[in-house]
């Protein structure tokens, strides 16, 4: 058990869920004006999953955050620097357009309730609707509801070091009880680094691996390869593809509990160091509760 964090919430009552706690700074949540209609959505939100996962409706969600706006505007920062994460090559040197072409071509986008980060969606991604708030999928993970709900349905598509954590800790029935779920049922892996240098060879991978999939809707957190990949998944097979991005951090058990509705998570994590050697850590800071658990 490490650091225990005790802030007090202080947004206002219409962005609770049930389930969470959220620590998030931003003083977005503490008004009413960001976004009025945030309890209305959410019901229409999980109603919307429901149906198209009962109907076996193959769509794509995008969720959308500052780093592919920096991303799509070809800015070296952060995780959009090249040779940081998302590509080691120059923006020259890739066929950008690609990522700029198939951002826009996705069903359904979420994003943050930060008025900036929704300027910058309207910016780069013109003429497409913000459909739902990007915490909905970040909520609807640390509260279990998506894991629940779709219990037996579900496959994850992320960074092959992260997926490989997270099949690892699927082994303790420990950690099965916390998220309420004996297992996922398809683990669909994609390089951690650079998966952006080459476009095609990402979607050969991933595509091999979704023709053998059985999972009805698929969590995915793939960094900003996505904006030129989840418009071409449902060549594969007929599934929901959420883009929840960080939230797969918090099923691998790494996910920095300052991030919206992951308060009051519980970092599960393995005690072999060799499983966590080549991790791509995202803002974590080892605070916030921690169980280790024995290697099975």
Not at 57 to 83: I, N, Q
Not at 178 to 190: A, N, P
Request: hydrophobic residues 35%.
């Amino acid at each position: 058990m490490s650091d225990q964090v005790n802030y007090p919430e202080k947004f206002l009552d219409i962005y609770k869920v049930d389930g969470c706690v959220n620590i998030d700074t931003e003083p977005f949540f503490e008004s009413a004006e960001c976004y009025p209609n945030f309890q209305e959505d959410l019901v229409n939100f999980k109603n919307l999953l429901i149906e198209l996962v009962k109907n076996n409706e193959s769509k794509t969600f995008y969720k959308f955050g500052d780093g592919d706006y920096w991303f799509l505007k070809k800015v070296p920062s952060g995780s959009a620097s090249p040779g940081r994460r998302a590509l080691s090559k120059s923006y020259e040197d890739i066929n950008h357009q690609l990522f700029i072409d198939g951002s826009k071509k996705c069903d359904y986008y979420t994003c943050e309730i930060y008025t900036h980060n929704r300027q910058f969606f309207r910016e780069v991604i013109p003429n497409q609707e913000i459909h739902f708030p990007a915490e909905y999928g970040y909520a609807l993970i640390s509260n279990k509801w998506i894991l629940k709900e779709f219990a037996g349905k579900i496959g994850l598509i992320g960074a092959d070091a992260k997926i490989n954590l997270i099949k690892n800790l699927m082994e303790s029935s420990q950690y099965q009880d916390y998220l309420g779920i004996e297992k996922f049922e398809d683990y669909i892996v994609l390089p951690q680094l650079f998966a952006c240098d080459d476009i095609e060879a990402t979607e050969r991978m991933v595509g091999e691996q979704l023709e053998k999939s059985s999972s009805k809707i698929f969590l995915m957190g793939m960094g900003h390869v996505k904006s030129g990949l989840i418009h071409r998944l449902k060549k594969y097979t007929d599934a929901v593809f959420l883009d929840v991005g960080s939230a797969i951090d918090a099923l691998a058990g790494i996910i920095d509990v300052g991030r919206p509705y992951f308060g009051d998570w519980t970092n599960y994590q393995i005690n072999d160091p060799k499983l966590y050697e080549h991790l791509d850590y995202l803002g974590y800071h080892r605070k916030g509760k921690h169980i280790l658990l024995e290697r099975i």
